[in-house]
């Protein structure tokens, strides 16, 4: 059963824009702090950016700061990332990702601190 399902994703070249879009459902938007990660080939999976349940406090990787934006709207059951100025080492696969319901943490920055996830999509960046 898939719980977040992304989109947006695609080619783009150094310096420019993408949005990418994660829908989820009541039972993966439920008072919880949802994410962004990524994983390039041959690299481990690491956190990209993460949103409190109230959209306002925010946590983001030191490489991606100033240049992504995290954002989430409950009534839609969706969170964004808005990336610019987007680099060749961006290139990986994004994954959306939730807490359980009631865990509103977005200093967790690891991997299993997150309980649902969506399946992915490709960003490549070209030089």
């Known amino acids: 059963q898939v719980e977040l399902v992304e989109s947006g994703g695609g080619l783009v070249q150094a310096g420019g824009s993408l949005r990418l879009s994660c829908a989820g459902s009541e039972r993966t938007f439920s008072k919880n702090a949802m994410g962004w990660f990524r994983q390039a080939p041959g690299k481990e999976r690491e956190f990209v950016a993460a949103v409190r349940w109230n959209g306002v406090s925010t946590n983001y990787k030191d490489s991606v700061k100033g240049r992504f934006t995290i954002s989430r709207d409950n009534a839609k059951n969706t969170v964004y990332l808005q990336m610019s100025s987007l680099k060749p080492d961006d290139t990986a696969v994004y994954y959306c990702?939730?807490?359980?319901?009631?865990?509103?943490?977005?200093?967790?920055?690891?991997?299993?601190?997150?309980?649902?996830w969506g399946q992915g999509t490709q960003v490549t960046v070209s030089s």
């Open positions: 990702a939730a807490q359980r319901p009631g865990l509103d943490d977005a200093w967790r920055d690891y991997a299993s601190a997150y309980d649902f």
